[in-house]
């Protein structure tokens, strides 16, 4: 039962995430629009919370926002408020500047500050009280991504009668980097209040339950581990999670697996087949002068997402003459992101001056070799991209996922298109019919790059389909139903297959 005192809300499954699925955009004019957020996950939980009859969590994306709770496109939206300072500490500073260069194997180094931390704990706090506040007795709260690990412990305290999950979205570093961080025990005795926390790679599980031993001397088997409890707080527990362990003491057992993440796959196919999308493909291979090849780069202008090393690679081939402007061209969206802290300020310095150098260097007058474009667009505009383009370029230096490329196989119901994909991505575990890169090895990137320009009709078709049947299968109500029949009954086998 929940404890005495605390209040409890009616919704059977909330979702806890730093961001809603809405921004709130204020127009010049005053009025206010809720406009779809960016990034990964929101793409997958937005289908799955539309099926469900669930609440939302999260920040509105803007400093002090005091909305009430509202539906939006069917779902039952809960705003948590962050203030200038929280969005400064918790958002940009210990999520974005310590957490993701961190978990992203320190591609830039990450910056460790004790007041961030605070923040970042405060925040945490926040986000749990309000996620127990709507949650109904004996129900079930799922909580995602690296912004909100503490939230599972805070809430196991508030409302031990809850059914807990948590999934993250980013990769999980091995124990060597992970154990830079200062607050690294608290954030791991953070994800353990969850009963089932769920990565995207077994890679990333395997990193996990590594950490929980050195730093915890927990005893793990398998994706199983052994969490001491005491008597008290085992009464409040369902009596199937606690056990007794080899040494006589009372442990509730916690899960680490993975489920790598989807997308509605159905719905960019649905897309991809409309007339006006088709056309709208054809117009933009028109208004880049019918070039023979069109490239393709979406990413949230990131770091992480080795975009510079990409161009380097066509700016490479352009130099040895290996392709030319007239026919090949590479279209690059660098959607805005992250824009205030300095390491993302650097990124876009250095992107947009590799991109003028090529251009500068390569383009003619009738042709540009990038046409670079930051800006973020409505998802029917990307899918008319992803049916205009031949090769996609997917180069991250690490990714938890990579969403992208499966949008890419998706929208290809034409069987037809190549998908370069990096091996430091998630997606590259399943789509192994990608060319699959390492994108710092840049001779090697360029040799795929004419590979996927030359490859025949037959080999792309062939691969285009091996492809398409892995995201057609794998989608994301698949892993959202694995993901929450495995935290009911962690004991029944895996609906979903796992993958090496
Ligand atoms: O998956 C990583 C992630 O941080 C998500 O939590 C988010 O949807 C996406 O990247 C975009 O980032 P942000 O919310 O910081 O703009």
Redesign the pocket.
Known sequence: APRPNTPVGTYDLVVV???LPVDKVTRPDGSVEWRT??????TALEPVMKQADGAWVGWAGVADDESEPFEHDDISIVPVTLSAADIEEY?EGF??DTL?PLYHDVIAPPTYHREWWESYVRVNQRFAEKAASVTATDGTVWV????LQLVPKILRELRPDLTIGFFN??PFPAYGIFSQLPWRAQIIEGLLGADLIGFQRAADAGNFTRAVRRLLSFTTKGTAIDVPIDEEISEAIEPARVSTSRRGSLVRTVHARHFPISIDTQSFEDLARRPDIQARAKEIRAGLGNPKVVMLGVD?LDYTKGIGHRLKAFGELLADGAVTVEDVTLVQVASP??ERVAAYQQLRDEVELTVGRINGDYSSISHTAISYLHQGYPREEMVALYLASDVMLVTALRD?MNLVAKEYVASRFDDDGVLVLSEFAGAADELKSALLVNPHDIDGLKESILEAIQMTKSERTKRMRALRKRVRDYDVSRWSTAFLSTLTDPSGTPSYVATK
Not at 144 to 147: C, K, L, T
């Open positions: 995430s730093n961001r957020s960016p990034g990964g996950l929101v958002y999520s974005n993701w995602q991504d690296y912004q979205h980013i949230r992101s992250r938890g």
